[in-house]
C-alpha cells in the first residue's frame, strides 16, 4: 500500500512539473529553411497564422491550439495538418507532423506582418525585405 501511495505522489509531482506551452508563446515571426533548401516565414497572430514562401507568397491559414499540437488549416471546414509542438523556445520552435520535422527561428523584423497588411506600399516594401532575407539565407 506504501508503494502504491509513493507511486501516486511522484506521478503528480511528475505531472504537475510537466512544462505547459502557452498559445502565446508561438506569436510573432519565424523563419525556416525547408528539407528542399527553400527559405519561408510563419507569422503568427491569435487568429491566423501566414506562411510566406519564397516562390508562392504569403497564405493565410486558420489554426487553433490543443495542449502541444498546433491544428492547422485553410479554413475550418478544409483538410487539417496537426503539428506537435517538439521544442519551444524564445529563439527556436520545432513542431513535427508525421515524419517531417521543421524547425523555426525567431525572425526580429522592424515591421509587423499584420499591421501592413491593408497598406499596399507598406505590404510591397516588406515582401521586398523578406527577398532580402531570403536572398541573405541562399
Same mark, same amino acid.
Given at each position: ?5 509513493? %507511486? @501516486? ?12 506551452? &502557452? !498559445? ?8 525556416? /529553411? ?7 516565414? !510563419?507569422? @503568427?497572430?491569435?487568429?491566423?497564422? +501566414?506562411?510566406?514562401?519564397? !516562390? /508562392?507568397?504569403? @497564405? ?22 496537426k503539428w506537435i509542438i517538439l521544442n519551444i523556445s524564445? &529563439?527556436?520552435? +520545432?513542431?513535427?507532423?508525421? &515524419?517531417? +520535422? ?6 526580429? @523584423? ?10 499596399? +506600399?507598406?505590404?510591397? %516594401? %516588406?515582401?521586398?525585405? %523578406? ?8
Amino acid at each position: 500500500m506504501i508503494k502504491k501511495g509513493y %507511486f @501516486i505522489i511522484v506521478l503528480l509531482i511528475i505531472m504537475g512539473c510537466s512544462k505547459k506551452i &502557452s !498559445s502565446s508563446q508561438i506569436f510573432g515571426s519565424w523563419w525556416s /529553411i525547408e528539407v528542399d533548401s527553400t527559405y519561408s516565414e !510563419s507569422y @503568427i497572430n491569435k487568429d491566423e497564422w +501566414v506562411y510566406n514562401h519564397q !516562390s /508562392i507568397g504569403p @497564405i493565410h491559414y486558420k489554426y487553433y491550439f490543443l495542449k502541444d499540437t498546433l491544428i492547422i488549416s485553410k479554413n475550418m471546414d478544409s483538410m487539417e495538418r496537426k503539428w506537435i509542438i517538439l521544442n519551444i523556445s524564445d &529563439s527556436k520552435l +520545432v513542431l513535427q507532423s508525421d &515524419s517531417v +520535422v521543421m524547425e523555426l527561428n525567431k525572425l526580429s @523584423i522592424k515591421r509587423n506582418y499584420f499591421d501592413i497588411i491593408n497598406d499596399s +506600399v507598406k505590404f510591397d %516594401f %516588406f515582401q521586398f525585405e %523578406f527577398n532580402c532575407r531570403y536572398l541573405r539565407n541562399l
